[in-house]
């Protein structure tokens, strides 16, 4: 058990902490964040919008004077990732919007991150520098090349201190492997590889090589007429290098052992729930497909998210989940609206705590849900502005399906459908969890005695 993970329900008190971002008045569609993630020591927080911008926040070093208040996350680095471009072979604009970032583990002083937009991946160098050389022998304190006559001795360089400067530069970009657009990309345990995947194709790539890459998983048919599922997201196991998974629309779970064969179409297990008939309905298939797929830090279970539910699945039992848990069951009735807004096409996130004994996901009206998974309670949480004065505890939300309403629940009929909380992120060792609400970052951690 990772101190400071105790029982989620009794023990931790959820409080504001800080908020990113502007009042929604005027929000750009550029502004919109669409990735969020903490590096490995939870030192570091990036996100990714969709005008293909990312910025770093840092956390700061806790002040001696008031040693109960943790360090807060302030903009450490901010660098355009991706621009727009344009296929000119498809005659297709391609959006500079950030699907997803990596951290790499920090090996020296810099920081590495891998960022992706529909097409192109792209491994970041962050470094710090607070020195520059001075006295140059060809040229000048303005950078200008000296005249070689005039030089009459030999003067060594010197590093003078200046004021801190942080850098990002690309390292590598990985272009020109993928025909559909990248949903996931996962670096492996060994860290000399990693994997992008899109609909219908996953590549292994090495960090060094950045002008080919290895197809591990294809499932284009030779006629498109009959092609019946699509891949919706893919990732490595944290361990074993050779294994890795990836989920599909059908709702159904692969995974692949690279050992077996050099192309990955033969799965090693296959986790599938089946359908049960008196559940039956027009938006079944789109319900079922999962949205996000991953691997619990000890790397015995899968996590899936779908429309409704967070499942969990143990690696060695393939037939049905070892647990289900309702997100938000109230939209069941409201799925033909949300059909007809296109909101049931929306790709929630999931996140597992650092001990893997507590789940988080996204759902509407900015609320997000927590799930204890030893006491089996759950609780339902909202960012939101309203609520955000320093310290403030989060009420646990409640949403009313008819009947009479009580004076602390909100009627399913007044959501907002337009708030919601896609993308979240959990400190790797830490009750400190980062969520984001449109163009707003929430920051929220357990309350300190």
Known sequence: MIPGFGNLMQDVLWCFSQVKGTIDIGVTEADIISTVEFNHTGELLATGDKGGRVVIFQREQESKNQPHRRGEYNVYSTFQSHEPEFDYLKSLEIEEKINKIRWLPQQNAAYFLLSTNDKTVKLWK?????????????????????????????????LRPMDLMVEATPRRVFANAHTYHINSISVNSDYETYMSADDLRINLWNFEITNQSFNIVDIKPANMEELTEVITAAEFHPHHCNTFVYSSSKGTIRLCDMRAS?????HSKFFEEPEDPSNRSFFSEIISSISDVKFSHSGRYIMTRDYLTVKVWDLNMENRPIETYQVHDYLRSKLCSLYENDCIFDKFECVWNGSDSVIMTGSYNNFFRMFDRNTKRDVTLEASRENSKPRAILKPRKVCVGGKRRKDEISVDSLDFSKKILHTAWHPSENIIAVAATNNLYIFQDKVN
């Open 126 to 158: 962050v470094s710090e520098r607070d020195k520059r050389p001075e006295g140059y022998n060809l040229k000048d304190e303005d950078g200008r090349f000296r005249d070689p006559s005039m030089i009459t001795m030999l003067r060594v360089p010197v």
């Open 262 to 266: 050099a192309l990955c179409d033969r």
